[in-house]
């Protein structure tokens, strides 16, 4: 069955990005007669806080979504996790780092050839020369076409990748619905992907909210999104911005707002590059 997912970060509230995100891969699942799920991302414990993941639950409530199963919380799979680290550690592409990042803005990492057993762990990756997006097509990888890619951090945080790679096939994700920002992200994940016998799931990025020349994101101070708008504004809003047609919606409720846009949703309309954001 299609399934996708929600996965924030709770290191603030929603802003209009996440918003778009939020009401695109929900369309999405909706229009395709798939699972819509949601999972909070909260492993950088010093940027994320549990107030936020309550206030991000309230607010994807507010909007009219529900999903379809419990909502996953990485910071409550730790055990997993590092089950799964255990079991790549004498894997020979993955190998221990004591590079710090400054050390690697001025000299390629040498910790391949050494035989450390501490630090951050890393696994050597080949990337393909490109990959198919749903809506873009076919997109050519501009990374370097080797990379270490870092699986769990030397403080101790199981890393980005790592973690969401592991996640999406046990939630049974069959597309990745999320922003255009990590686009160039995909290459590594579907290499991780690969190493770790999983099954890849299909990419749709949808288009990247901008303010000026900058991602819309927290760490840009963008502004939460419902201290701007009440819920079916910001629903119609995050509609137009994914270039629907949003003809009659408007003084709707955000669940009949929420169909009359499922029954419309159209993936040829989404616009691929990015876009300003309205706030």
């Not at 004498?90 to 190998?95: K, L, V």
């Not at 408007?250 to 993936?267: P, S, V, W, Y």
Request: net charge neutral; hydrophobic share 40%; glycine share 8%.
């Amino acid at each position: 069955m299609y399934t996708t997912r929600f996965a924030p970060s709770p290191s603030g509230r929603l802003h209009f990005g996440s918003v778009v995100t939020l009401v695109g891969a929900y369309l999405r699942a909706r229009a395709e007669g798939g699972r819509f799920l949601i999972r909070i991302e909260d492993l950088d414990f010093p940027r994320c806080k549990a107030e936020h993941t309550e206030s991000i639950l309230k607010e994807i409530a507010a909007l009219g979504i529900t999903p379809d199963g419990p909502v996953l919380i990485q910071s409550e799979c730790l055990d997993r996790y590092e089950s799964l680290l255990k079991g790549l550690t004498a894997r020979p592409d993955t190998f221990f780092c004591d590079c710090t990042r400054a050390a690697l803005k001025v000299r390629p990492c040498t910790c391949r050839d050494k035989t450390l057993m501490e630090g951050a762990l890393k696994i050597c990756l080949t990337l393909e020369t490109g990959y198919d997006d749903v809506r873009r097509g076919t997109l050519r990888t501009i990374a370097p076409l080797e990379r270490d890619v870092t699986l769990k951090r030397r403080d101790g945080i199981i890393a980005y990748h790592f973690a969401c790679v592991v996640d999406d096939a046990l939630q049974g994700v069959t597309e990745v619905v999320r922003g255009a920002d990590l686009l160039e992200e995909t290459p590594v994940q579907r290499a991780l992907i690969r190493a770790m016998g999983l099954k890849e799931p299909a990419y749709l990025h949808l288009p990247l909210a901008v303010h000026g020349h900058d991602k819309l994101s927290k760490q840009n101070h963008a502004r939460a999104a419902f201290e701007v708008l009440p819920p079916a504004e910001l629903l119609l809003a995050a509609l137009s911005f994914l270039g629907q047609d949003t003809a009659g919606l408007k003084g709707l409720n955000c669940k009949a707002l929420l169909a009359r846009a499922t029954e419309r949703f159209d993936i040829t309309r989404l616009p691929l590059g990015p876009l300003e954001a309205p706030f």
